[in-house]
């Protein structure tokens, strides 16, 4: 069942749903299973799965010379959706993203998750490959995420890349977006970031997932600047439980957002990681207990890989 639909469903009525992560390659299933198993009390209408694309690692050779090759760490996207769906009969919504795919590559990837009966994507641009520090596209690739969303959208309407294929059986996905409360790093202001959101939008996409924040009115504006800007499609709120002190700094860096003084006093204070996870927990409840008040479609919490913080928020909410 699609996104859009458990929503229309809920009337009105804030669902829980999640973020994981793949495994590590190596790493068996039944861990990420166990993790996920205490979620299920709160009936989650569908899960994301992130992608993760290659990095590039340097191997020590004979001689000494370096070797640089490239590994996926987190394989299995399309696998652990298929998995998960099978197991808990819960829709699952693959990260699908424009860096390192052809253009062929994503219809073929877009092929197997309809075959699967994945009716959901997530359609991104994704993250540059870590040793680059810039995004770049494959050279039959999308740019873009309103690109990649525009190749979905057409393929939902039976156009594949072979234009001499008659009655091509058309794929009914229910495409979901990101969305920046803080501005994503890349754009020169935040007016400008909306006008492509909103491109997102009127190319098809059916709802908004946010970045992570930590301040609320961060996000209450962002939602009156997107229906000001024309933007009327659900707009879902990510969550992250704060957990260790290095987070403070760590989650600026990598997802370009603010953390309130309130709160790093509070971790500051803390005397080890356990009592910042008290910390993190107690503000993600106060964050979500605002948001379902706000009337929010969803709390989207990123698991980052553990469950038992988000367990105890769930507890506190649903
Ligand atoms: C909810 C969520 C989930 C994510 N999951 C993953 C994941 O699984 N894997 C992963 O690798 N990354 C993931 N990311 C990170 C994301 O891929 C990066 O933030 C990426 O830098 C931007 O992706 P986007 O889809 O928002 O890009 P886009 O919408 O393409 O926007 C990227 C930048 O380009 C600008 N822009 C957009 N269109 C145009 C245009 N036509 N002309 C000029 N400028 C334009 C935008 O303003 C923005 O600054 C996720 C992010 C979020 C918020």
Known sequence: MKVIDHIKNAKGKTLF??????????????????NLDP??????????????????????????????????KRPGTVGICAAIQNHYKIDTVPHIICGGFSREETENALID???????????????????????????????????????????NKGKFLDEDLGNASPTNFCVGVAGYPEKHFA????????KYLKLKVDMGAE??????FFDNK???????????AGIQVPIIPGIKPITTKSQANVLPTIFHIDLPTELTDEVEKCKDNAAVKQVGIEWAVQ?????????????????????DPIYKIGKELF
């Open 287 to 307: 964050q979500s207990k605002e948001l379902i008040k706000f009337g929010v479609p969803t709390l989207h919490f990123y698991s980052m890989g553990k469950s």
């Open 113 to 155: 998750l309809h075959f699967l009966g994945i009716d959901n994507v997530l359609a991104l641009q994704g993250d540059a490959i870590k040793s680059e520090g810039r995004f770049a596209p494959e050279s039959d690739g999308h740019r873009f995420a309103s690109e990649l969303l525009g190749q979905i959208v057409g393929m």
């Open 187 to 194: 754009a020169p202001n935040l007016k400008a970031d909306l």
């Open 39 to 72: 979620l299920m009390e709160f009936k989650p209408p569908f899960i994301d799965v992130t992608y993760h694309r290659e990095e590039y690692v340097y191997k020590k050779k004979e001689g000494g010379l370096l070797e640089k090759t490239a590994t996926r």
């Open 207 to 212: 709802y908004i997932v946010t970045q992570m």
């Open 17 to 34: 749903s999640i973020e994981i992560l793949p495994p590590l390659k190596g790493e068996n299933i039944r861990s990420l299973f166990d």
């Open 218 to 228: 961060k996000y209450v504006d962002f939602v009156t600047q997107c229906r000001e």
